[in-house]
């Protein structure tokens, strides 16, 4: 165990509720913002389906996908610049085995 | 038809031999197998299990026919069902993982230390999961009698036995594996048909990026009938309605016990989020496709089957009028039925397609295995779900707590025999109120588990009493909204009762609030447990300090 200065772990847990914030505007704007302006969407077409229809079918729903693997890769990302990524501290590990031998 | 009869029972019987061979070979030795699968899934794996978990009979047969019938507003349902693994893996399946717990049940009853909020939730989990699983079990009856035509109870008893069986022996481990190879089967069933029609429709064999020149007709045609057009919105219901449906959905989703605990299967937080990622893309593929088959089924209805003379019409049409799932009347005599005579019940947009498109009979018989993976392996996902509130947080937290390791695994294998037994018996003859219950679940859980859920990872103060009041006062708006709409005629902007989670949810997080504040803070203990969930594994957050522990 090693103590790790709480300022380090608040700024982790900021950057990440941050992410989490931005992705579900995102997502919630995709889906209840464009069923909002349904009506008004409706005037250009994606694929030959008007903009209303084709984001509530499909649209939003690869958003969604994509919101999801971006979440997961960038909070790998995260974790390792934070320095607590598995494979960093198996390392550290190693490091400090080869210290004391 | 005897052709037909053999190539449908002997897909149906090579995927029912996977099936039990898989749960034979996983089957579960400890409570860890039992519950939740040793908790090594890997996260592709657990998206294909969740896929196939979520995914129910009524996913498979009814979703495309639903988008059909309603249009625009039908969408509510796609994005809804789909945006709620947003919320649930941005809020609250990491976390969850992190707590360590069997069960949904279980992590209310431990966070906000109360034997009442446990013992709510679990009886509210064996509701919910069971009326579901009725709907599961008398759907795998209809497909297993319609395309091997015996006795729909025959049927539904198939499906029961097969269920308790490979259920029981393998638990949550065997339940997993099994998943994935019906989640495979039933998406290969799902888009081979939709694929044959977008070729014979319009020569691309993308359903996805070809049916909006088919929309385009179909709007063309709407104006010449002068009906409602398919993609005009809000034409069912208000605006309003649609944004409580899908906040209701959402909520929904990210609150069933049944799909909360795959989560609990794999290894960390980062594997929950993959998790979840994998999830998403997986149900994708169907739920992106439902839209495409609700467009092709219609166009054809609209020019093959309407305008069309009635001793004319084709060949296919007739099989599905004798089951009453369409309805060909000639309403003004004049031998010629127009599109306002026709009446669609939603199951015949995927069921009817390989009849439709031609396919032959290997697809048909692929199309009957595809329906019986989807109602199988999510009522394999409800009993585990049952039998854990049974047979762990009834039983072994509340009844019971020094029982040993073999006694609960036998309690958790005879409540899953007996759940699914019950819930056969109930599904021969299911009760009208089933199908109402089945619709509201998803209100249900958004009014009584999000809340409670959400609030008990992010607010450290949220305590006992708040949350037995939170799901309290969301169940009672949840039920008297849905009550009050249904049958008294009250409704607030023009949401009806399957939107009630809107107002059940809303009111539950201010009860949980409001009393929580009222009442003494949960113990330090508790409020350091729950800042600990802000940091992954490696990190752990103890009197006010916060710790990385060494790799092992």
């Known amino acids: 165990m090693r103590k790790i ?24 704007s995709v889906s209840f913002g464009v069923a909002f302006f349904a009506r008004e969407l409706s005037h250009f077409t994606v694929m030959g389906v008007p903009f209303h229809y084709y984001m509530g079918s499909q649209g939003a729903i690869v958003t969604f996908i994509i919101l999801l693997f971006v979440n997961a890769k960038v909070s790998d990302v995260i974790d390792e610049k934070f320095g607590i990524s598995p494979k960093q501290l198996e390392k550290s590990k190693q490091e400090d085995r080869a210290v004391n031998q | 038809m005897d052709a037909q009869f053999l190539v449908s029972l002997s897909l149906i019987g090579a995927t ?23 908790r090594g899934v890997p996260p592709v794996y657990n998206g294909m299990a969740i896929g196939a978990d979520w ?68 009886v509210a989990t ?20 319609r395309l091997l035509e015996v006795n729909t109870i025959i049927g539904t008893l198939i499906g029961v036995v097969l269920i308790a069986f490979y259920s029981a022996l393998g638990g949550m481990k065997g339940i997993t594996w099994t998943q994935v190879a019906q989640y495979i089967v039933l998406i290969i069933a799902y888009l081979i048909p939709v694929i044959f029609m977008s070729l014979q429709l319009t020569q691309n064999p993308l359903p996805w990026m070809s049916y ?70 997986f149900i994708g593929l ?64 995927v069921m009817a397609t390989p009849e439709i498109a031609n396919l032959g009979i290997f697809v048909i018989g ?36 020094n029982a040993s390791e073999k006694k609960r695994l036998a309690v958790g294998r005879w409540s899953i025999v007996i759940a699914t037994v019950v819930a056969g018996l109930v599904a021969l003859n299911p009760p009208g109120a089933i199908t109402q219950i089945v619709a509201w679940a998803f209100a249900l859980a958004s009014g ?37 709409s249904k049958f008294g005629g009250f409704t607030i902007l023009g949401i009806i009762d399957t939107g009630a989670g809107v107002f059940g949810a809303t009111s539950a997080i201010l009860a949980n609030v409001v009393v929580s504040l009222m009442t003494k803070p949960p113990s330090q203990k508790i409020q350091e447990e729950v800042t600990d969930l802000r940091y992954p594994e490696q990190i752990e957050y103890k009197d006010g300090e916060v710790w990385l522990k060494d790799a092992k």
């Open chain 2, 16 to 38: 029912f031999a996977l099936y039990i061979g898989i749960a034979m070979y996983n089957k579960a030795k400890a409570t860890d197998d039992f519950y939740v699968a040793g």
């Open chain 2, 448 to 484: 009584t588990f999000f809340p409670a859920l959400l609030l008990g990872v992010w607010w450290k103060r949220a305590n006992g009493p708040g949350a037995v009041a939170g799901i309290l006062v969301g169940l009672f708006v949840t039920l008297g909204y849905i009550f009050a």
């Open chain 2, 212 to 281: 909006g020149s088919v929309m385009s007709e179909m709007s063309a045609l709407d104006r010449e009938l002068g009906v409602s057009e398919y993609l005009v919105p809000f034409t069912e219901g208000s605006k309003w309605q649609f944004y409580a449906l899908m906040f209701t959905l959402m909520c929904g989703t990210a609150g069933l016990p049944h799909v909360i605990v795959r989560f609990y299967t794999v290894a960390t937080m980062k594997a929950a989020r993959w998790s979840g990622a994998w999830a998403l893309l």
């Open chain 2, 286 to 349: 169907l739920y992106l496709s439902a839209p495409a088959y609700a467009a092709f089924s219609r166009f054809i209805l609209m020019t093959q089957v309407a305008g069309s003379s009635l001793d004319n019409l084709p060949a296919w049409t007739s099989a599905w009028v004798d089951t009453g799932r369409l309805s060909v009347a000639d309403g003004n005599g004049d031998g010629v039925l127009q599109w306002s005579e026709l009446v669609i019940s939603n199951d015949i947009v």
């Open chain 2, 126 to 145: 064996i509701i919910i999961s069971f009326t579901y699983s009725i709907g599961q079990l008398s759907g795998s009856g209809v497909v297993i009698g």
């Open chain 1, 5 to 28: 200065d709480r300022a380090h772990a608040d700024a982790y847990f900021r950057v990440r509720t941050t992410m989490i914030a931005i992705y579900l505007f995102i997502g919630l």
């Open chain 2, 55 to 122: 995914m129910s009979a009524a996913s498979f047969i009814g979703l495309a026919g639903t988008v059909m019938i309603l249009g625009y507003d039908g969408l509510a349902y796609i994005m809804g069902w789909t945006g709620g693994y947003l919320l649930l893996t941005f809020l609250l399946a990491p976390q969850l993982r992190k707590y360590g717990r069997y069960t949904v049940p279980e992590f209310i009853g431990d966070r906000y230390k109360s034997n009442t909020a446990r013992l709510l939730a679990a």
């Open chain 2, 366 to 401: 692929l199309m009957a295995a595809g329906a019986m993976a989807a109602a199988l392996s999510t009522a394999g996902g409800l009993m585990i779900a049952i039998s854990a509130s049974l047979s762990h947080d009834i039983y072994y937290r509340t009844i019971n707590p």
